[in-house]
């Protein structure tokens, strides 16, 4: 079994888990910003999860393909997500979007607020669900991982994964909480409390471990 | 000859500039934000432009349609353009955006950065083109009527009355440039370089004399 | 026994916890931001410490006097203190600051550094220490009382309130931990998760039974 | 003659204009931010304006002293001038701030006021005045060399730059009005409207053609 992996616009990477795909196959498209864009990349999570699906035998049942921008928005996804979703008639998208919404707050005064995050990720949501598309959500994982809520934007970061997970509630969509994964995985692996350097390199876009976790969760939330 | 006004749901009214219309008579949709919200209501810069319309004998020939809503940036308009301004099938829509844009950079941290700002603004003209509708821009007036440049965000102000101007020129849309009119007006009126109260009531709402101006300049744009 | 209330300046109220003093009672400055000046207000904490102090018996051996200015952050205090602090020879002074210095990064966007906070900080308690004033620290209780680390600035709160613990532990100074303690009693008395309305009135400002835990706190304090 | 310079700590730097200095000689500290932090190195605008004096023949009646730090705001020289300009009991202190006061609103969150610059500027310059030092102001130059006044925080340089200019004319100081000199040399020599490259390198920090274009005013405001 091998990977293709085609570059079709900057940005973008189609990584199909196998060379041939039976009428079966799950076209699944991870909709989202910088991390998805280099969840896409060798070593990224949406790559480790082709493989994971691969070592479950599943290999020519899912296709993967990766439609991540950096620095994007719950906007910016509504605003592309004719191009780079609807036109790939996927069965399943995985949106995981967030971090910029909040850490844009505070870096360049062009984050979110809350309730426009909430509308705009409704009206992606409704869209996709009026073709049959299945949305699986994630909550944003972190930008830091220190375990005490003493990262600058906890709060805010806290407060739109509840959003999410309102949202998921009520649309009936599985979720992806990352935001939990990375906790629980922080309090137990994180003793000394580090900014950075448990699941991400750099308090946000993800180390091969970070890859590795997500992946997990990705492959769980598409054969479960 | 009298004026209907239906509010038809809350921020939204429709102003019609004559009873009957004939089947030649314009649907003209002014799109925005609280400015324009305020410009349906009675004093508003949309009713003072169908009363100039009146005056002219022109006040079968166009019907005036307000779609301000209070907070709204570009993107804001995008989300909701096809409710609120493609589903009336306007003949013409004024787009009058960019206040919020700057202003909540500063006060809420969620601004809109320039190039989303234009890559917005041009996904709307896009959509109101196909449809062979009628677009004319505003640049946004002021947040602060002081006349040497020392209003806080009249730097980002100026830029992003450019990024219009210029989008203006490359999609051949008519400009109503209300920020250089503002300012000629207060070069000539506001002599104490006062931050209110010339054209404003509160820096950034329209007073009488600046609902009238920009009512002028409105009718000016839609009978040339 | 009565309390004397003399309004000295605007923002500034000497309590003196009994109209006679002997040679040893204390004179305590509560130094710090609106929450201390409204603290000097009728039912607020530092008169309700001066309650519990003469419920003690105490009343005749402390002087507590309000020295809170709305909006300050930690430079503030720094600016103001020879007039509004050493000028008053106090015996032992109460530094609650730390609100703003988080609180203003987000709606004006004129916070305080980290580094900057603790520099500002350390620079006041060595000018107090080097009269022998014995300087007491209390971190920042809350913007908003939601339990769950959802409140948008709780990161950062929680981060600047670990600096004045260390700041506190470095130069052997008490420490009112007012976050701990805030947090704690919404543990128990906030099951809804509420905002405010549990020792808040507005998320920030204390309501009576915020002032009556605070004052207790510094009370303990006081005679510890 | 010759140009000795003493590194002393971390971001300091001496200059003596000559090597022996008569009793006539006045001691001038430049105190600031990055920008006079780097006027102090090679090419630097103290060392350039230290030639000039030289070309001049008065190399021997003033001594030149850079007392700038990165990224520092107007409290932050507050808090360092007895240290870092009193210990030096310099005859003139050239006061050169108010560039991160407004950029760091919008790029940390951790600006300054408006009043609050204006009080920590007075508070500094009374220190001074008591010592009968001589105190020269200098209004902030640009951030960004556009000349439209579409450079985002124009609005807010030129309003610092007057609250300035009204200090200087309270406080009988002289005032050099860097903000004024930058930009009528661009009106004359950015043409294209560039945001960098004609006085400054990134748009900030000063080009040689900069440095000597401040040299020259701050030698002519030590002269005349």
Known sequence: MKFIIRSVIA?????TAAS???QKAKRVVFFGDSITEAGAKPGGYIIKAGEG??????????????????????????????????AKNPDIVVIWIGVNDVWHKQSYGTGTDADKFEKFYNA???KLQA???KVILCTPAVIG???????QLDGDL???????????????????????TFLEYNLKNNAENK???ILTADRVHLNEMGNQLVADKMVEALVK
Request: charged letters at 25%; hydrophobic letters at 40%; a positive charge.
């Open 11 to 15: 940005g973008f990477l189609f990584i």
């Open 20 to 22: 041939m795909f039976s």
């Open 53 to 86: 699906l691969a070592k479950k035998g599943l290999a020519g049942q899912y296709e993967l393909i990766g439609a991540g921008i950096g620095g994007n928005k719950v906007y910016d996804l509504y605003l592309r997500m004719e191009d780079d979703v609807l």
């Open 124 to 126: 992606i949501i409704k």
């Open 131 to 133: 073709k049959n598309i």
């Open 145 to 151: 991982e220190r375990t005490d809520f003493s990262n």
């Open 158 to 180: 806290n407060k739109y994964s509840q959003i999410i997970r309102n949202i998921a509630a009520k649309n009936n969509c599985d979720l992806v909480d990352l935001r939990k």
């Open 195 to 197: 900014e950075s350097g």
